[in-house]
């Protein structure tokens, strides 16, 4: 039985191998983990919209999710230096604004860039923007974003550019970060419990994702207060919270009809089920559910966009070159099996193509305290641990182990305090386990395991591979894993 480290020091496991880059003369970054599981819906889209293969799509996905959890790292670790991270190829490429710090950037695994201005400078350059989003006529500013691969803001112009360069300079923001970008793209917000799935409220809108209690979705789909009807036209619930212009996120609480589930509808005759919420880095593949179009794939193109509809500016948007039509708003957005955002709106369409938006699903959560529901079957996971910088959910088996973060593992460049808080349900008993790659194999580190279901751990390490392993000592059920690394 797993218990005290002492026990398990001589027994530990075997990653499947080691890749070739040289983390210090002595160790070896422990391999990647498995691809990830992937729907053959999704697997089919992305090979149809993406011009990938079956093996090129897990590939993908894998990389994706472990760049995108790099990045992650770096934006905590590097501060202020910090300028954005994007995946090109099967490469990372993280921009700082100090040559110093180039050096974390590589010894994490990743490609850096040394840029004039930080992800901190781009951000108030967009705000100075958006505070001033009256004066970027709708027809001819489409919407602006901070787009890190170039290191500037980016002010969409449709047609004559002089009304964007009026904006830029009514603003009061340094010229030379602003790029004025010529662009066809006409927004309009996609009028018209499983995400993905249709609801009816005098028009027709796409779930986003269940959570306890009911559904996300987008607000401009309806107001507080509006009634729903689910696909078949059931009553379903009520919109209780809504923001619109400004946002583009509302939830709608179900009655006692409708279960709330972790899927996705795949529209092939199945389910994509939802495994959590960790945000994909730009450059991401990423696949959306709607009722008018069902599947389609295509990539993280920027974050933080202000999109100027006619009905008002929204900020904080992620920009992506999926397609999407009327009806298809407050749909799913997915990366693999994370969670990433509903439908906000678009232009073009899915016979030409064309440029779509989604509202972060994690804002959504957060501002109106609501828990996605995820696939470890039952209720929810328990949420006992705040105060951490990443939340991981899952379920686990009597006897069985599984590994955070998403069955992968994190790297810290530089050393420092590891935090761990694990929370899982009454009447199990869970143990908590710290592993550290030591050039050959994993060790654990550190560990709490007494009786019962919640347990929580410290550890101060130098730099390195670092993962948690959450082990059913006995019972089985759904745990929350909340994580602080350096």
């Known amino acids: 039985m797993r218990r005290s480290l002492a026990a398990v020091a001589a027994a530990v496991l075997l990653p499947v191998g080691v890749l070739t880059a040289v983390v210090s003369p002595a160790a070896a970054a422990p391999s990647g983990p498995a691809a990830p599981d992937v729907s053959s819906a999704m697997a089919t889209a992305m090979q149809r919209d993406l011009g990938l293969t079956a093996d090129q ?40 604004t100090d040559r110093a710090a180039a050096d974390r950037v590589r010894a994490a695994g990743a490609q850096p860039a040394v840029v004039t201005r930080s992800a901190a400078d781009l951000d108030r350059v967009k705000s100075a ?49 602003v790029r004025v970008v010529a662009s066809t793209e006409v927004p309009r917000t996609l009028y018209d419990v499983r995400g993905g799935d249709a609801y009816y409220m005098g028009g027709r809108c796409s779930v986003g994702f269940p959570v306890t209690g009911g559904f996300v979705t987008a607000g401009h789909c309806g107001t507080v207060g509006t009634a729903t009807q689910g696909y078949n036209q059931v009553a379903q619930g009520t919109f209780r919270g809504s923001s619109f212009p400004g946002n583009d996120y509302a ?11 972790p899927w996705v509808n795949n529209y092939s005759g199945g389910n994509v089920t939802v495994a959590g919420s960790t945000e994909a880095a730009v450059g991401a593949a990423i696949c959306r559910s709607g009722s008018t179009t069902g599947w389609h794939c295509g990539t993280v193109q ?21 397609c999407a ?8 957005w997915l990366s693999g099996q994370q969670a990433q955002g509903v439908t906000s709106g678009g232009s073009g369409n899915c016979t030409s193509g ?18 996605l529901r995820t696939s470890g079957g039952g209720e929810p996971p328990p949420t006992g641990c705040t105060g ?22 994190y790297y810290s460049s530089v050393s420092g305090t590891h935090r761990g808080c694990l929370d899982g349900p009454t009447g199990v008993d869970f143990d908590l386990y710290l592993q550290k790659w030591n050039g050959a194999s994993w060790v654990d580190v550190a560990g709490s395991y007494g009786a019962g279901p919640d347990e929580s751990l410290t550890y101060n390490g130098t730099a390195g591979y670092y993962r948690f392993e959450v082990h059913a000592y006995s019972g089985s059920g759904s745990y ?7």
């Open 57 to 96: 799509v897990r590939a993908r996905v894998a990389r994706d999710e472990k760049g995108s959890r790099t990045d992650a790292a770096l934006r905590a670790s590097l501060g202020a230096t910090y300028a954005g991270g994007w995946l090109t190829g099967d490469r990372l490429v993280v921009a700082v």
């Open 129 to 177: 923007l958006d505070r001033h989003a009256a004066q970027a006529p709708a027809d001819s500013v489409p919407g602006w974003y901070v787009d890190v691969a170039t290191n500037t803001v980016v002010v969409l112009a449709r047609g004559d550019a002089r009304a964007a360069r009026s904006f830029v300079r009514a603003s009061r923001v340094d010229a030379a970060a």
């Open 251 to 261: 939830w709608v609480q179900t009655n006692s009809n409708w279960t709330p589930q």
């Open 302 to 322: 920027a974050k933080n966009q202000t999109v100027n509809y006619p009905q008002g500016t929204v900020t904080g948007l992620t920009r992506t070159n999926v």
């Open 325 to 332: 039509e009327p009806g298809d708003s407050g749909g799913s």
């Open 354 to 371: 064309g440029t779509t938006y989604f509202q972060p699903v994690n804002e959504i959560l957060s501002v109106y305290g609501l828990t």
């Open 388 to 409: 951490y910088e990443a939340t991981y959910t899952g379920s686990v088996s009597s006897g069985r182990s599984v590994y955070q973060p998403n069955g992968s593992y």
């Open 480 to 486: 929350s894993l909340g994580i602080t690394n350096p």
